[in-house]
């Protein structure tokens, strides 16, 4: 019998094949070398230098110790820039919830700077990062999230750079009500080695939080970074972060 599809399977069907060149486009790149240079949570537009590696652990927590709901998330990253202007990375989040659970996901991405003008102080770049469940695989979904970036940097010590751009989640469940939203970023250089950094990705989603931080330079090419996130949608999601990198 033929089966006529209907134009929600076709959406459907769409949605996976969109996703399925998503994930292989992140692998095909990770081929080369094996996360994802961010600001504080949305994506710059830097990339990792060639044969550079940036290594980076993240920790976040809402600090609800006497609550059900507490959590802390460990994040490894690590970033390789390959050449021609692009990087490719992957990390892994674990997370620590009362009563066990403890959900792993992978997280390959990459990242493609097709445009920078250092004279100008203007760059662009685009991007995807996928979001692998590991464990506790029943009711969830591999999703991937797209982006494109631009950045205008300004002259002057004190210069602040400022970044904007989109996303859009491929196969999300109707549970991230947003499937595209608006990023913004703004970097304001304080004193030496200071920097107050702030981003917001729109919607109401996982995505979906503003979070200002205090980054520190670091010796050794490193940095530290301490700053709280704010949901979007819902106070009990917001939370303390702590990350700490180095390039090598």
């Known amino acids: 019998m033929i089966h006529f599809q209907t ?3 076709v959406a459907m069907n769409l949605q996976k094949s969109t996703l399925l060149l998503a994930v292989l486009f992140l692998f095909a790149l990770a081929i080369e070398a094996t996360a994802q240079s961010t600001l504080m949570n949305v994506p710059s537009t830097d990339v990792v230098s060639p044969k550079k590696v940036y290594l980076e652990m993240d920790f976040i927590t809402n600090y609800a110790w006497e609550r059900n709901d507490h959590f802390e998330n460990y994040i490894p990253r ?5 050449g021609k202007n692009i990087e490719v990375g992957a990390n892994v989040s674990y997370t620590h919830v009362r009563g066990g659970g403890e959900p792993i996901e992978l997280q390959p991405n990459a990242k493609w700077q097709f445009y920078n003008n250092e004279q100008n102080g203007i760059a662009a770049a685009l991007g995807c990062i996928g979001y692998i469940p590991i464990t ?3 009711g969830t ?3 991937a999230q797209c ?5 205008k940097q300004l002259k002057g010590d004190h210069g602040p750079r400022f970044t904007g751009g989109a996303y859009t989640l491929l196969n999300a469940h109707d549970s991230e ?4 939203g608006a990023i913004v970023a703004y970097e304001q250089p304080l004193v030496e080695n200071v920097e107050f950094i702030v981003d917001w990705f729109s919607g109401d989603n996982r995505f979906g939080y503003v979070s200002p931080a205090l980054s520190f330079t670091t010796p050794h090419d490193g940095s530290l970074s301490l700053g709280y996130t704010i949901a979007n949608h819902g106070r009990g999601k917001n939370a303390l972060f702590a ?3 180095m390039t090598f």
């Open 7 to 9: 134009e929600v399977e």
């Open 78 to 82: 690590v970033v390789i820039g390959v």
């Open 136 to 138: 506790h695989r029943s």
């Open 141 to 143: 979904r591999t999703i």
């Open 147 to 151: 982006y494109g970036v631009a950045s």
């Open 177 to 180: 009500k947003t499937k595209t």
């Open 243 to 245: 990350y700490y990198g």
